[in-house]
């Protein structure tokens, strides 16, 4: 007993060290101050892991069609050059200063299997710079990005030079909109257009940034931004286009398609 | 002044000097309006039948947003940016703010509105 005792003192005792050392903000946050060796090491491996579990189960389809790399060529030139670089291209000046720095992916395709960097194209890495594309990305472009991943390693700088010379193009095409109105994707959606960056949000884990109204109580609002009835329709419009609704609004458009602007709509819905 | 009362006079002063540290973010300044008549009065306006206004009695209201927190708000109506000042006007004259807008111009004074804003001011 006074074994036990002594253990849940020294685990209570432990806790609040560490507490205090947190609340003293002796941990310094910057980009510019580095890991030490171990703690890289740490979170690495940790990464590493947790890619390599959550993708052991995806199944990858065929990658070698040349008509799927070139659609990965346009998706990278758009999406990953700036944080990325490429060949004989350094990243913009904005991401040579992040912590941690975005990968060279030539040796990430080396050495990561195809589905690994699908998940991470697909999903994102917390408390990196590396975003989700999960809502900004049909299906086969992430895999056209991880089919031209595999052959980026086989392309020396001035063959990437030739390749980026061509014009690109983007394939904007919407998702199809006619799936029924699903609230928790919509919760994610809310989550992956950051809208928590300016209303607190019951049901999301965010910094409460009051820069424009909380969000509870949104099914029973009279008015969505005290403009247009609150009606389905009217959430998804404003959602879309606020600038087309409330010219003057500080809240911006953000390229919301369709099908996202119901399901947030959906799970607002929900929000008494 | 004998000894007893000067040291309740030093802990008295000392005790308010560590409250004023208290309460960071914004708040109107002093005398901006009657905090306490501005709760009265917006009871009084029915503000409550559209807001939920803490402190107010039966300002329960959910067809507006909350108005816990207002202080920390950047903008009110969507487009002014939050002070005291722009406050007033909003209440004053919404509709000229944002025409369309679903609150509507209720004759509320600038006397009346800077002493609502002294009381919304004040919470948190």
Redesign the interface.
């Given at each position: 007993m006074k074994k036990i005792v002594a253990v849940a003192g020294a685990l209570a005792a432990l806790a609040a060290g560490a507490a205090a050392v947190l609340w003293a903000g002796v941990y310094d946050i910057s980009a510019t101050d580095q890991h030490l060796a171990p703690t890289y090491k740490l979170l690495d491996v940790g990464m590493r892991r947790s890619i390599v579990r959550r993708a052991a189960a995806i199944a990858v389809p065929p990658l070698a069609d040349e008509r799927l790399v070139a659609r990965g060529l346009v998706q990278f030139r758009a999406h990953c050059v700036a944080c990325h670089g490429a060949p004989g291209v350094a990243p913009e000046p904005f991401a040579l200063g992040m912590t941690p720095v975005p990968a060279n992916l030539v040796h990430t395709a080396r050495t990561w299997q195809p589905a690994e960097l699908y998940w991470v194209v697909k999903y994102g890495l917390k408390m990196t710079g590396m975003p989700a594309w999960q809502f900004r990305m049909p299906e086969d472009d992430l895999w056209a990005v991880v089919a031209f991943l595999q052959r980026l390693p086989r392309l020396s700088p001035s063959d990437y030079r030739v390749l980026a010379a061509a014009p690109s193009h983007r394939d904007d095409e919407s998702p199809p909109a006619d799936a029924p109105p699903d609230a928790d994707r919509g919760r994610v959606a809310i989550e992956q257009h950051a809208c928590v960056t300016c209303h607190r949000i019951p049901g999301i884990v965010g910094p409460d940034s009051p820069v424009g109204p909380p969000l509870e109580g949104m099914a029973e609002r009279a008015a969505i931004a005290g403009l247009l009835p609150n009606t389905p329709e009217n959430l998804v419009r404003w959602l879309r286009e606020p600038q087309q609704v409330h010219p003057a609004s500080a809240m911006p458009d953000l390229g919301v398609d369709e099908r996202d602007a119901r399901d947030m709509a959906a799970y607002l819905a929900t929000l008494r | 002044m004998k000894p007893e009362a000067l040291c309740r006079r030093l802990v008295g002063l000392a005790a308010m000097a560590l409250l004023a540290g208290c309460g960071a973010g914004a708040q109107a300044p002093p005398a901006f309006g009657d905090a306490d008549n501005g709760r009265l009065l917006l009871r009084q306006f029915g503000c409550g039948h559209?807001h939920?206004i803490p402190g107010v009695a039966t300002a329960d209201g959910?067809?507006?947003?909350?108005l816990e927190?207002l202080s920390?708000?950047?903008?009110l109506?969507?487009?002014l940016p939050n002070s005291p000042e722009h406050a007033v006007r909003w209440i004053v004259a919404p509709q000229g703010v944002?025409p369309?807008?679903?609150?509507p111009d209720l004759g509320v004074t600038e006397t009346h509105a800077r002493d609502m804003v002294a009381y919304l001011y004040t919470l948190r």
């Open positions: - | 559209c939920r959910k067809a507006g947003p909350p927190g920390r708000r950047s903008y109506g969507g487009r944002k369309g807008s679903a609150m």
